[in-house]
């Protein structure tokens, strides 16, 4: 079994407490609210370095409580000019936090509005696929900190409803996720709207070269924090891969749930299609779960999100692009329904679990043309992966091969060819093998995106819907796309 021996280094800095820092009482006291005893290593480091007007390129992953790590000090730095006046005037936007996705968007929000509870400041989320109007009137009663997605924010200079000019902190959280999201003229036309002098923060979980490009050009002298290895795994994470047939992973994926009793997992799908069908077959099986992609509306990926959070979703299973940024505290376990085909996702992946401190497992299913995938994820991890065997899995699905284990008292006869190709499904690992089953129906249709287009999308996210949409428009499902 290959499994990764945790490391402790995403543990509190024990030694450091919140009020060493000079933080004030107000966030001092939302800190109490949230539990939170010690800052993360992140945060220990990040908030003097904030907090004395530095620029930060920080190499942060998720789960390392980088977010309040660069929002605690921005709070506190805004509070010496905080005002209790309701005039929109005396709440200038101060500070800009962009991130790459909604959902991030809103998490970064939620934190914001959590540590600030206490304080006269003002903070709100701007992102697309949702109505304008009540975002437009946040801003205009005036707000210090802003969370954005790049297009929507710039749908709303364009709107004159947003004024980035008093901007004293900018921070560009998921830096790399960016960048791949074809995000990178937007980030330059938002540069050049901020006034000249300001400080900036950038925090990315990978460093390649066209990132550090985008540091050189914006971040001026720039303080690096690193409380891990770039483009490593979180230590904490316990990491196991299962090689099998495609046709059994499935299957596998309903095993390990049931078999781990897992009550809070997301499992990840390269494809929409992987995803809904995955979602559907674990839903047959007893397993309450729900499939989060791109093709969803946002109200739907945040019922389920929501759903999933509350505990009536046991399993939520995403795309990456969909699965970007949510902040579900101590996961227990993160499964790679496939490898994912960038070795960068694989990082963000399983950053899912693990979070500030708490360990997690991060379980991978592999087939025999996966192999170069899990090559470069290798490479980029530094780990060589020796594939475990699953043990006790029995097969249902019915093609020969893998690593799969038979048990030979309930061995199914091998399926033909056309039932490999329709999945089976409503045959739990756990239940009687034998009884035939009628195929569900739902498998054979042709895949189509579940959502009619919401009339609150706005025009960007109805050319994504339309069959002449360019790849790189993904972006509008997830906040915004280059207006050009
Ligand atoms: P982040 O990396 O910012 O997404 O944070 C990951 C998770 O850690 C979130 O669920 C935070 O609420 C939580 N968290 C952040 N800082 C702390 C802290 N000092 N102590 C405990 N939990 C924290």
Redesign the pocket.
């Known amino acids: 079994m290959s499994e990764m021996q945790p490391v402790p280094m995403q543990t509190?800095a024990l030694a450091v407490r919140f009020q060493d820092f000079g933080l004030s009482a107000e966030i001092l006291h939302a800190l109490t609210d949230?539990g939170?005893?010690?800052?993360?290593p992140i945060?220990a480091e990040a908030i003097p370095i904030i907090l004395q007007g530095n620029d930060v390129m920080g190499a942060a992953q998720?789960?390392?409580?980088?977010?309040?790590g660069f929002a605690l000090p921005i709070i506190q730095k805004l509070l010496a000019k905080a005002s209790h006046s309701a005039s929109p005037a005396r709440h200038p936007v101060r500070a800009l936090i962009l991130t790459p996705t909604r959902e991030l968007a809103d998490q970064v929000a939620d934190?914001v509005k959590a540590y600030s509870r206490y304080t006269p400041l003002r903070s709100t989320v701007v992102f697309g696929g949702m109505d304008m109007a009540p975002q437009t009137a946040a801003l205009r009663a005036g707000v210090e900190i802003v969370i954005a997605t790049p297009g929507r924010l710039l749908d709303h200079v364009q709107q004159k409803t947003l004024n980035l000019s008093q901007t004293e902190i900018f921070v560009m959280d998921e830096a790399d996720r960016m960048l791949d999201m074809g995000f990178l003229p937007d980030l330059q036309r938002i540069i050049n709207l901020l006034p000249k002098q300001r400080q900036n923060l950038m925090f990315s979980a990978t460093f390649s070269t066209e990132i550090k490009k985008l540091a050189n050009s914006f971040l001026d002298d720039p303080i690096t924090i690193e409380v891990a290895l770039s483009n490593a795994t979180a230590d904490n994470v316990t990491q196991i891969v299962y090689k099998m047939d495609e046709e059994a992973k499935r299957d596998a994926v309903a095993y390990i749930i049931r078999e781990r009793g897992l009550k809070q997992v997301i499992v990840f799908s390269n494809t929409k299609i992987g995803a809904s069908r995955l979602s559907r077959h674990l839903e047959v099986e007893g397993i309450k779960a729900s499939a989060i992609h791109g093709d969803k509306s946002q109200a739907e990926r945040m019922a389920a999100l929501d759903a999933f959070k509350r505990g009536e979703i046991e399993v939520l299973v995403a795309t990456d692009v969909a699965a970007r940024g949510l902040?579900i505290?101590e996961l227990p376990c993160v499964i790679n329904f496939d490898l994912p085909y960038n070795a960068e996702d694989y990082v963000h992946r399983i950053g899912r679990t693990g979070?500030?401190?708490a360990s997690g497992d991060a379980i991978s299913l592999f087939t025999d043309k996966d192999a170069r995938l899990l090559v470069d994820i290798e490479k980029m991890i530094k780990h060589k992966f020796v594939p475990a065997q699953l043990i006790g899995f029995v097969v249902q699905s019915g093609s020969s091969g893998g690593d799969r284990r038979r048990r030979s008292e309930d061995c199914e006869p091998r399926v033909s060819p056309a039932q490999n190709r329709a999945p089976s499904h409503g045959r739990s690992a756990y239940g009687p093998t034998s009884r035939k089953e009628k195929i569900d129906p739902w498998f054979l249709k042709p895949y189509e995106p579940a959502v009619p287009v919401p009339s609150n999308l706005d025009t960007n996210e109805i050319a994504v819907k339309s069959s002449t949409a360019k790849p790189q428009k993904k972006a509008a499902l997830l906040g915004g796309t280059p207006k050009r």
């Open positions: 509190p949230q939170y005893v010690h800052p993360t945060q998720t789960g390392t409580g980088k977010t309040a934190n902040d505290a979070r500030a401190g």
